[in-house]
């Protein structure tokens, strides 16, 4: 896949491989697309966003014209190298909808029926699951778990995967209601293979992606130079890594990704998809109509969820047909408002603003002017020596004191004052409502402080063994000791969100100094722990609205705006309806 990309030698042979509609996408091999109003309002607000942490492309088309075909901010930070429109992201989940338009053309070429029970195809499927159908497991109502505990990255094969889910129990009846289950699209992709006698990619690649001249899509059999694949990055800034070929087999990744997630595509080949479908290219209009058509709940009925697609009534009364997909640092959204003519195809790189939030948030209002969208401070550039002039130290009236550094582009502010980190930070107060994830949090930080690491393993219950989360924590807390001396006690400060769950915050104080741990609960279980050993606040970056004048915008809260005036010898902080002041 680390190949020389595919060349064209003329613009005449793009034209021709990519169809007259797409007249424009034959430019943008050269050069983005910024075009019409919708464009240009678009590019004006991804643009602002992009010192606030956003990167990634967006495509936008209306009426077969692309108004917006461009990348934001950086693919590989550490190479320093541009997101492009051209590049080839992994799009996670919306694989599942490749995986349910396979089935529909194997449908259409009279070698199954989506009623036909799973029991046809998979070898020794148990008595409480020879009920479930193929359009079970297009639907996820086949009555799995929804997560089985395995990770993107084990190398699990085909058949140990089949026997695997096939071995789980089901947590209700077939049909009986609608359960998110990624093993259940894997399964969907077993009898892909067993039936049409190939393998799944190569399945699709030969009656989906290249009758679409989709050339750039694909787990392996597609050819990309690694510089267009992306490099996702944790929230902190860290490196993550790629999605492709992690942990995977020799030829196709394990099958715990394999048919639920995974691909990769371009922009243009996903746009080159929804023409297909539109113009019954690949599916007849009847394999379309029922490719695209809602047949249960799910989103707590805000949408009906079919064979890999959400089709849901915008706002506008239309029809709107979507799916997302990440795995926490890669991201792409797929939304096609058929009834407006509007595509929008978004992805990103990073958590800190996903494209998944991105679109529906905020590129659906762009594109249809009907609501405005999120207001992105606008930003100006400051001199070093003009930014140098504020830093140094200044005591709050309350006691405690906040440090104002210099950053690359603008300040940092630090501070030792608990109740700023809470006012900073939006927090609500402990004891409010998120009481009860804070009672869950404190028998976990008492007994981690006393090196017992029993009751966060229990929180996490996630598939990782204890030995695992053991060693983990062990290291966190070696090194919180190490740098901050040894532990004596710990408060809550409040809760927080965190990806839209509730993060509770503690401040773990040491003998010299503190730290704070954030704790992030699910429905279901603690989904996420943060350790910030640099202190009880650890340093905000405020970009410049002004000379005197800086702001910290986080996309997930745009209205916990932080804003700090610096004048006269005083820093005035905002951040809500809490304004503090302290004296140089």
Same mark, same amino acid.
């Given at each position: ?212 001249? &989709? ?8 050819? %990309?130079? #690694? $510089?267009?694949?992306?490099? =996702?990055? /944790? *929230? ?62 799910? &989103? ?8 890999? %697609?959400? #089709? $849901?009534?915008?706002?506008? =009364?239309? /029809? *709107? ?264």
């Amino acid at each position: 896949m680390r190949l020389l990309p595919r060349v064209f030698a003329s613009a005449f042979i793009f034209w021709a491989v990519l169809g007259a509609p797409l007249s424009p996408a034959v430019r943008a091999q050269a050069r983005e697309i910024v075009s019409g109003e919708i464009g240009r309002r678009t590019d004006d607000f991804l643009r602002r966003l992009v010192p606030f942490g956003f990167s990634g492309a967006v495509l936008i088309a209306k009426d077969g014209e692309i108004l917006l075909r461009k990348g934001y901010g950086l693919a590989d930070r550490e190479e320093k190298i541009a997101y492009t429109a051209d590049m080839v992201s992994c799009i996670g989940s919306v694989t599942k909808q490749f995986t349910g338009a396979a089935i529909l053309k194997l449908e259409m070429m009279g070698k199954l029926h989506t009623d036909d029970p799973i029991s046809k195809y998979l070898p020794d499927v148990p008595p409480d699951k020879a009920g479930i159908t193929i359009h079970h497991l297009m639907t996820h109502t086949a009555g799995f778990r929804g997560d089985m505990g395995g990770s993107d990255e084990e190398p699990i094969s085909r058949d140990e995967l089949v026997a695997r889910v096939l071995a789980a129990p089901l947590v209700s009846k077939p049909g009986e209601r609608f359960e998110y289950s990624n093993e259940g699209f894997s399964l969907g992709g077993a009898i892909i293979e067993r039936v049409s006698g190939q393998k799944y990619e190569a399945f699709l690649r030969e009656h989906l992606f290249l009758p679409a001249d &989709m050339s750039e899509t694909g787990y392996v059999m597609a050819t %990309w130079p #690694v $510089s267009k694949l992306p490099v =996702g990055y /944790r *929230a902190d800034g860290g490196r993550w890594g790629r999605v492709y070929r992690n942990g995977w087999l020799a030829d196709e990744p394990g099958w715990f990704l394999t048919a639920n997630g995974g691909i990769h595509a371009s922009l243009d080949d996903l746009y080159r998809w929804h023409l297909a479908l539109e113009r019954s290219k690949i599916l007849s209009p009847e394999a379309v109509r029922k490719f695209q058509q809602g047949f249960t709940p799910a &989103m707590g009925g805000q949408e009906q969820y079919g064979y890999g %697609w959400g #089709v $849901s009534t915008t706002r506008r =009364g239309t /029809r *709107a047909i979507t799916h997302n997909g990440g795995n926490g640092f890669i991201f792409t959204d797929f939304r096609r408002y058929v009834d407006e003519g509007v595509v929008i195809i978004a992805m990103s790189n990073q958590p800190v603003i996903p494209a998944t939030m991105l679109a529906p948030r905020d590129l659906e209002s762009l594109a249809f002017g009907d609501r405005a969208p999120t207001i992105v401070p606008a930003l100006v550039e400051v001199p070093r020596a003009v930014r140098e002039a504020h830093a140094g130290t200044y005591r709050l009236a309350p006691g405690g004191q906040v440090t104002i550094g210099v950053h690359e582009q603008g300040l940092t502010l630090s501070s030792d004052s608990p109740s700023l980190y809470a006012a900073l930070n939006n927090l609500t107060p402990a004891g409010g409502r998120f009481a009860d994830a804070e009672t869950k949090t404190r028998p976990i930080v008492e007994a981690s402080a006393q090196g017992d690491f029993k009751a966060i393993f229990d929180a996490f219950n996630d598939a990782r063994p204890f030995d695992v989360v053991r060693g983990n924590q062990t290291k966190i807390w070696q090194q919180l000791r190490a740098d901050h001396g040894e532990y004596s006690g710990y408060e809550i400060l409040g809760t927080g969100v965190a990806n839209g769950d509730p993060a509770v915050v503690a401040l773990v104080k040491f003998a010299r100094g503190s730290a704070i741990l954030r704790y992030v609960w699910g429905p279901r279980r603690l989904v996420g722990f943060i350790s910030d050993r640099g202190g009880s606040a650890a340093p905000l970056v405020l970009l410049p609205e002004a000379a005197d004048r800086y702001v910290r915008f986080d996309y997930r809260q745009p209205g916990n705006i932080v804003r700090v005036e610096l004048r006269n010898g005083q820093a005035t902080m905002t951040a809500g309806k809490t304004v503090l002041t302290a004296t140089r």
